[in-house]
Antibody, heavy 124, light 107 residues
């Protein structure tokens, strides 16, 4: 069974940093792209960033580009999101998500696998 | 790339609900649909326009033509009440794009 477990969320002041982690199990992590998706309180889903299985392809939403960095450690079956210069509008539940298809970066970017999310609150 | 969904759709039990997702030439893209109930993570209900993951009832189907993709829910049940999101991959920007979401209310 695929499991994605996020951690690292919390309350942080504007302008500070936070690093999220996602521990993956139940599948061959190094064969799949993985992504972060967030959902602000009472709001819809917003894709944040994605990384291919070998880290050759990385993409960011315009709202976080230059502030957030996505990375992965295949040896540890883990995905990360380094979030710098946080803003109140970054307040959200952050989900780690994985696709169905192996070795696919584009047309297979849909997500049957979601973690339960980790909550990030940016407030003074 | 922008995906536009109606904020809300209402339907009586046993009837059919249609949730639309508008985008420029969306028929050239593969559209995926999720539902999300309060306090839960989203669940994929349709992928690649009209395929269903295992465990999703046949009552859920999709179509995609022109500038509009549609999720059709037949014989709606009270348990179908949820927020529904469409999603595509935008190859011009290498971005995943979600629609704004539609709240389905079962009357």
């Amino acid at each position: 069974e695929v499991q994605l477990v996020e951690s690292g969320g919390g309350l942080v002041q504007p302008g500070r940093s936070l690093r999220l982690s996602c521990a993956a199990s139940g599948f061959t992590f190094d064969e799949y792209a993985t992504h972060w998706v967030r959902q602000g309180p009472g709001k819809g889903l917003e894709w944040v960033a994605g990384i291919s299985w070998n880290s050759d392809n990385i993409a960011y939403a315009d709202s976080v580009k230059g502030r957030f960095t996505i990375s992965r450690d295949n040896a540890k079956n883990s995905l990360y999101l380094q979030m710098n210069t946080l803003r109140p509008e970054d307040t959200a539940l952050y989900y780690c998500v994985a696709p169905r298809l192996r070795y696919n970066w584009n047309y297979g970017a849909y997500f049957p696998h979601w973690g339960q999310g980790t909550l990030v609150t940016v407030s003074s | 790339y922008v995906l536009t969904q109606p904020p809300s759709v209402s339907v009586a039990p046993g009837q059919t609900a249609w949730v639309t997702c508008g985008g420029n030439n969306i028929e050239s893209k593969r559209v995926h649909w999720y539902h999300q109930k309060p306090g839960q993570a989203p669940v994929l209900v349709v992928y690649d326009d009209n395929d269903r993951p295992s465990g999703i009832p046949e009552r859920f189907s999709g179509s995609n033509s022109g500038n509009t993709a549609t999720l059709t829910i037949s014989r709606v049940e009270a348990g179908d009440e949820a927020d529904y999101y469409c999603q595509v991959w935008d190859s011009s920007s290498d971005h995943v794009v979600f629609g704004g979401g539609t709240k389905l209310t079962v009357l």
